[in-house]
């Protein structure tokens, strides 16, 4: 137990320019970005629609990605997110829409239902110990299958407004509500991770299970914590989604696996370097959105978006690699 404390307990160390260039240089790079753009297009790119656009309709991949970054931190893969995503959504439709249930119950669905997907990779990962990124990829793959089936390959449209008007009709300083739950969703995490004892053991975990365990932490419980939790996460975001669009489309919230992953690992190389953190995914969400959203509105193509969150993985991950001085991860 001491030896989980003594990262909370430790003096802040000096301040260093070299340091602090690291945190924030994706930060500068988007405000760059921002800049650049706004050069070039002064009078639609700067405008507050614009920006409250961008910021309202990513806030489900945010809240894709903060759930990611969790079992990301105890040094596993979950493959299974953006499927999730997409059977809570799933879920919220045919029972609100078909069935006729009141938001409220449904909502408490899907977002058990996240939770038990979460449970079922926990267990197959932790008891037959096979790799996270085989298991997760198998149950999400088997989990597009059940939402094929129960959509009966259709979008359902339809779902309640109450449902809607919280998420995207709603809106503060005219950004929809979805995105302050993002950011709330961020600060939680953000505290659990840096001031609480289960926050310090999922580290911890991910830095070395072999020393944790030795050090008296139960290494599997927190991962399987970590697996749960990342698929109540996505569950809810797959609440966000049907709220965002009103519907549940059987396929394309699984478009959002890639770009999820790709903020997650280029989060891990600003605010806290060579770390998953959950302002840090923010902050990579938002610097890539910006980037599509400035090319489109410059006339590029739709493919644009798949170079520009395929290129944005690689290279995320290489430079995460040299943050942590090109260290192997223990994805084990």
Same mark, same amino acid.
Do not use: C
């Given at each position: 137990m001491t030896t989980i404390d003594m990262p909370a307990k430790a003096s802040r160390p000096a301040f260093n320019i070299k340091r602090e260039g690291e945190r924030f240089a994706l930060v500068a790079a988007w405000l760059l970005l921002i800049v650049i753009f706004g050069t070039l297009m002064p009078d639609s790119f700067l405008s507050w629609r614009n920006f409250s656009t961008m910021f309202g309709s990513q806030a489900v991949l945010v809240v894709l990605t903060l759930a990611i970054i969790i079992p990301l931190t105890s040094g596993d893969f979950d493959l299974s997110g953006a499927s999730i995503l997409t059977m809570s959504s799933m879920l919220i439709a045919v029972l609100n829409v078909k069935h006729g249930w009141s938001i409220g119950p449904v909502i408490i669905v899907a977002l058990v239902s996240g939770a038990v997907i979460g449970a079922i990779n926990a267990f197959f990962v932790l008891y037959f110990r096979i790799h996270s990124l085989i298991v997760t990829l198998g149950v999400g793959t088997f989990v597009n299958g059940m939402i094929l089936w129960v959509s009966q390959s259709q979008t359902i449209s339809g779902v309640s407004m109450t449902l809607v008007e919280w998420v995207i009709i709603n809106r503060l300083f005219g950004i929809p509500l979805a995105?302050?739950?993002?950011? +709330?969703? @961020?600060?939680?995490?953000?505290?659990?991770?840096?001031?609480?004892? !289960? =926050?310090?053991?999922?580290?911890?975990? =991910?830095?070395?299970?072999?020393?944790?365990?030795?050090?008296?932490?139960? &290494?599997?419980? &927190?991962?399987?914590?970590?697996? +749960?939790?990342?698929?109540? +996460?996505?569950?809810?975001?797959? &609440?966000?989604?049907? =709220?965002?669009? =009103?519907?549940?489309?059987?396929?394309?919230?699984?478009?959002?696996?890639? !770009?999820?992953?790709? @903020?997650?690992?280029?989060?891990?190389?600003?605010?806290?370097?060579?770390?998953?953190?959950?302002?840090?995914?923010?902050?990579?969400?938002?610097?890539?959105?910006?980037?599509?959203t400035g090319l489109t509105m410059l006339g590029a193509q739709a493919y644009v978006q798949n170079l520009f969150y395929g290129g944005a993985l690689v290279i995320a991950v290489s430079l995460s690699q040299l943050v942590r001085n090109r260290q192997p991860q223990d994805f084990s």
């Open positions: 995105f302050f739950y993002a950011l +709330i969703l @961020a600060a939680v995490i953000w505290y659990v991770l840096e001031y609480t004892i !289960p =926050g310090r053991k999922l580290l911890f975990v =991910g830095r070395g299970r072999e020393v944790s365990r030795l050090n008296g932490i139960n &290494v599997d419980k &927190v991962r399987a914590v970590s697996f +749960i939790v990342s698929g109540l +996460i996505a569950a809810l975001a797959g &609440v966000f989604y049907s =709220g965002m669009t =009103g519907s549940a489309d059987p396929l394309s919230g699984l478009n959002l696996l890639l !770009p999820a992953f790709a @903020a997650a690992f280029l989060g891990a190389t600003t605010i806290s370097p060579g770390r998953f953190n959950s302002f840090g995914a923010i902050i990579s969400v938002y610097f890539l959105v910006t980037g599509i």
